[in-house]
């Protein structure tokens, strides 16, 4: 069983950065997309970022231009540089993979392996 581990959460000051990264525990999986979600406190899981097998990119509106969404097949990761954070950007996120085609990389029902999670605090 595949097992997905993010790191690199914290806090931090409006404004300032983070960057996020999901390690891959088997070299030999093969996703079709690689996605990050969060939810805060009393809300539902939603979608922030995605990157498919062919290095297609999709973002949630609310972090377009902020967020940037990457694969590292060397280290067998995938990472997610967060700059200008808002306070609404504080939840826990999750990292998740699909090895499903022909699925929408928005919604969780696509993905089948979901990590722990990790903390991003955004002070105001």
């Known amino acids: 069983q595949v097992q997905l581990v993010e790191s690199g959460g914290g806090l931090v000051q409006a404004g300032g950065s983070l960057r996020l990264s999901c390690a891959i525990s088997?070299?030999?999986?093969?996703?079709?997309?690689m996605g990050w979600f969060r939810q805060a406190p009393g809300k539902e899981r939603e979608f922030v970022a995605a990157i498919t097998w062919n290095g297609s990119t999709y973002y949630a509106d609310s972090v377009k231009g902020r967020f940037t969404i990457s694969g590292d097949n060397a280290k067998n990761t995938v990472l997610l540089q967060m700059n200008s954070l808002k306070p609404e950007d504080t939840a826990a996120y999750y990292c998740?993979?699909?090895?499903?085609?022909?699925?929408?990389?928005?919604?969780?029902?696509?993905?089948?392996?979901w990590g722990q999670g990790t903390q991003v605090t955004v002070s105001s």
């Open positions: 998740a993979a699909s090895t499903s085609f022909r699925v929408s990389v928005y919604v969780t029902d696509a993905y089948s392996f």
């Open positions: 088997d070299r030999t999986f093969s996703s079709s997309v």
